[in-house]
């Protein structure tokens, strides 16, 4: 199976950037929906933009127009850049992978399999 570890996150500014990354490793990404997800303080885990395995992009409302996802299958590397950020971004945010049952799932955390273990990005 897949293993992943997330780096990049830090304390940023309104309206900063954040660029985060997700190593793979044991697997190639390309046979997975690869998935960013985040989850604050007290509230429930939720997708942010995921690359299924027919490389089509999907974004969570609240990120479209300020976030991206890149998918570098020969190094193995899921990232995600993240622009024009706001105090609502804060979160620890986790990269996985996964077989999403539908593309209508593929922003539920519940149908990833792999995850790593975190970065914590903090606007302020």
């Known amino acids: 199976h897949v293993q992943l570890v997330e780096s990049g996150g830090g304390s940023v500014q309104v309206g900063g950037s954040l660029r985060l990354s997700c190593v793979a490793s044991?697997?190639?990404?390309?046979?997975?929906?690869m998935g960013w997800f985040r989850q604050a303080p007290g509230n429930e885990r939720e997708g942010v933009a995921a690359?299924?395995?027919?490389?089509?992009?999907i974004y969570a409302n609240s990120v479209k127009g300020r976030f991206s996802v890149s998918l570098d299958q020969a190094k193995n590397i899921f990232d995600l850049q993240m622009n024009n950020l706001k105090p609502e971004d804060t979160a620890v945010y986790y990269c996985?992978?996964?077989?999403?049952?539908?593309?209508?799932?593929?922003?539920?955390?519940?149908?990833?399999?792999?995850w790593g273990q975190g970065t914590q990005v903090t606007v302020s």
């Open positions: 996985a992978a996964g077989h999403p049952r539908s593309e209508y799932r593929v922003l539920s955390s519940s149908d990833y399999t792999y």
């Open positions: 044991g697997d190639t990404i390309g046979r997975y929906c």
């Open positions: 690359v299924d395995i027919d490389n089509s992009t």
